[in-house]
């Protein structure tokens, strides 16, 4: 399986930006599967968060978070915090075992095969579709829900 990373747009995205390299959507739609359709100011994120945005994108995931310290720990592909900090925020990455051996997509600099410096410290295990889930049907179908759901009368 190969995931392609989806890069964060802001300081505090990782976590939406780790959704949607898991889930192969842009950054966009993973933004909405976790907050819905109100406007934040921030979009730091729990790992609450996550699991509400891989259940709304159809994304299978472990039942609850490991505790780990190490990559080595992990195996298939996992949504990893790394770098817990006093003030208590962390940086979220994508953890995946290739062909070509570990490999971390990180949203704010992309692949990485250098762990060196990140300290894994959680990791929501998941089920990475192999390839994009969505037809272009069942994206307009969902746009029309999500439509409905704000409140737009809306035309087929």
């Keep these: 399986m190969s995931l392609s990373v989806v890069h964060q747009l802001y300081s505090t995205d990782c976590g939406v930006a780790a959704v949607a390299t898991v889930a192969r959507v842009d950054h966009a739609a993973a933004l909405v599967a976790i ?3 109100a406007r934040k100011r921030s979009f730091r994120t729990r ?3 996550l ?3 891989l259940t709304t994108l159809g994304i ?3 039942a609850r978070p490991r505790r780990c ?3 080595e720990q992990l195996e298939g592909t996992a949504i990893v915090g790394v770098n ?5 925020d962390w940086h979220w990455v994508v953890f995946c ?3 070509e051996g570990p490999i971390v997509l990180d949203p704010a600099r992309g692949p990485r095969q250098d762990f060196g410096r990140l300290r894994p410290f959680t990791a929501l295990p998941v089920e990475a579709p192999p390839t994009a889930w969505w037809t ?3 994206l307009l179908d969902g746009l029309r829900a999500l439509g409905r759901q704000l409140g737009f009368a809306g035309g087929e």
């Excluded at 817990?84 to 208590?88: D, E, N, S």
């Design 97 to 99: 075992r290739t062909a």
């Design 47 to 49: 790992m609450a968060d």
């Design 84 to 88: 817990r900090r006093l003030r208590g």
């Design 51 to 53: 699991r509400r945005g």
């Design 69 to 71: 310290s190490s990559f």
């Design 35 to 37: 907050f819905g359709a």
């Design 60 to 62: 299978a995931h472990a």
């Design 136 to 138: 272009p049907e069942s």
